[in-house]
């Protein structure tokens, strides 16, 4: 009892690795104590040594094949290690459990994610917030996966039903103006990713995609002016003209779309 005092002191000091020390020395006693196995992996996941985690989780599973919490440290650590199938495996252990551990379903989504699968990871995504309804978390994932599996129409429905309840939420922003860019969506694409760097300034991905659209303006302002003098169609001519302008000034786009409806009723 002593020595875990120890050990548990030197946590709570933040000396991790004389933690770590102090429940190996317990190991050399009793090489199956589980709760010093089950704090080395924690310890060792901590300090961000995933390998050495995952062993020692492994290791207590050998001793409590049905730990949730084991597997549930050991599908993470597998995820870190970007060992997503593992991670798969080891997760499902607890959906098959029948545990109520339902931040699985947001570890698998995620695995799956990360292996280019999308229906099951929108499969569990929707599962997570069918499990905790009041959690927008599952809402969130399920957009981004969405969004990369070309379902933008879904990805934008849940994205906006998070930006109801919160408008401040910087990344469902983001993630909202990719996908009406996606769409060909200036106009709120623009407006979203206003959105962002009101909130977050310093925002890399928002200020790299608006300079990225400013690359275009000049040709897209030129085709737009190009297309009220051809005739084209004028709900093209009206996006065309209206992106155009909108480049000129962000902080202009209401003016410059009443502009452009002017000059389409001028046109015609």
């Not at 317990?26 to 310890?43: F, H, M, P, R, T």
Request: net charge neutral; with cysteine; glycine share 4%.
């Amino acid at each position: 009892m002593k020595k875990f005092e120890e050990a548990q002191n030197y946590v709570v000091q933040g000396q991790l690795r004389k933690a770590a020390e102090a429940y190996r020395r317990i190991l050399e006693e009793d090489e199956n104590n589980i709760n010093a196995i089950c704090k080395l992996g924690e310890l060792y996941y901590t300090l961000g040594e995933i390998e050495d985690s995952i062993k020692f989780y492994e290791k207590a599973l050998s001793l409590r094949p049905k730990s949730v919490l084991a597997l549930y440290r050991l599908g993470i650590c597998y995820f870190r290690a970007t060992n997503f199938t593992k991670a798969i495996q080891t997760l499902n252990k607890i959906i098959a459990l029948k545990s109520d551990l339902y931040m699985a379903h947001y570890w698998i989504g995620l695995s799956y994610y990360h292996k280019g699968n999308m229906t099951q990871a929108i499969k569990h995504f929707n599962t997570l917030h069918d499990k905790n309804p009041k959690s927008t978390l599952g809402f969130y994932q399920a957009a981004i996966s969405y969004r990369a599996a070309g379902r933008f129409k879904e990805a934008i429905q849940l994205l906006e039903k998070i930006l109801e309840e919160n408008p401040e939420v910087v990344s469902a922003h983001y993630h909202l103006a990719l996908a009406y860019l996606s769409q060909k969506n200036i106009e709120k694409a623009l407006h979203h990713f206003q959105q962002v760097l009101q909130l977050n300034p310093e925002h890399i991905g928002a200020k790299e995609q608006l300079n990225s659209l400013l690359v275009d303006q000049e040709m897209l302002y030129t085709y737009g002016i190009e297309s009220l003098k051809e005739g084209e169609n004028s709900e093209e001519v009206t996006t065309n003209f209206h992106v155009g302008q909108a480049y000129k000034g962000f902080n202009m786009i209401e003016e410059a779309f009443k502009h452009f409806k002017e000059s389409i009723k001028k046109k015609d």
